[in-house]
């Protein structure tokens, strides 16, 4: 067991885990946050996709150890159920998602690509988000929303 300290969402936090411990299972048995997502278990489909000091990072690949002195952002953490986080709405418009569990990945990658690149092409959008599999949908409302996000917070 070693000590910890991470600031997730704003808050800090201090544990003792094991070292083997999964950065994805830290966050969501240790700090019950579910919106981080395990699908492959393998870095593959981007579902546990968070922001690890503002950058793209799979939580299911990095041992919660790693992650010490970090600041975590989940899906949980970009806004609220009253103030949406522009990327959140322009999901919300453009009807980008179906069931959901590949949404908080597809987030994070859309917020890292928005923020280095405030108006993005159609390429540099599938580009950025190439590493996020969804199994529901075509993808075309996805790129959308990320162009509807990218007009939001640019007019913001």
């Given at each position: ?8 969402n ?33 870095g ?10 503002g ?102």
């Amino acid at each position: 067991m070693t000590e910890i300290t991470v600031t997730v969402n704003g808050t800090p936090h201090t544990h003792s885990v094991p070292m083997r411990l999964l950065l994805s299972d830290f966050l969501r048995q240790t700090l019950r946050l579910t919106g981080t997502h395990v699908g492959c278990g393998h870095g593959v489909c981007g579902a546990c996709t968070i922001l690890l000091d503002g950058q793209t990072a799979r939580a299911c690949l990095l041992l919660a150890v790693q992650a010490d002195g970090a600041a975590i952002t989940t899906v949980e953490g970009l806004g609220t159920a009253t103030a949406l986080h522009p990327v959140q709405q322009a999901f919300h418009e453009e009807h980008a998602l179906q069931c959901g569990f590949c949404t908080p990945g597809f987030l994070a990658a859309a917020i890292e690509l928005l923020r280095e690149t405030p108006d993005p092409t159609d390429a540099e959008i599938r580009e950025a988000l190439h590493g996020n599999i969804c199994r529901c949908t075509g993808y075309v409302n996805i790129v959308k929303a990320v162009r509807r996000a990218a007009a939001l917070m640019r007019a913001a």
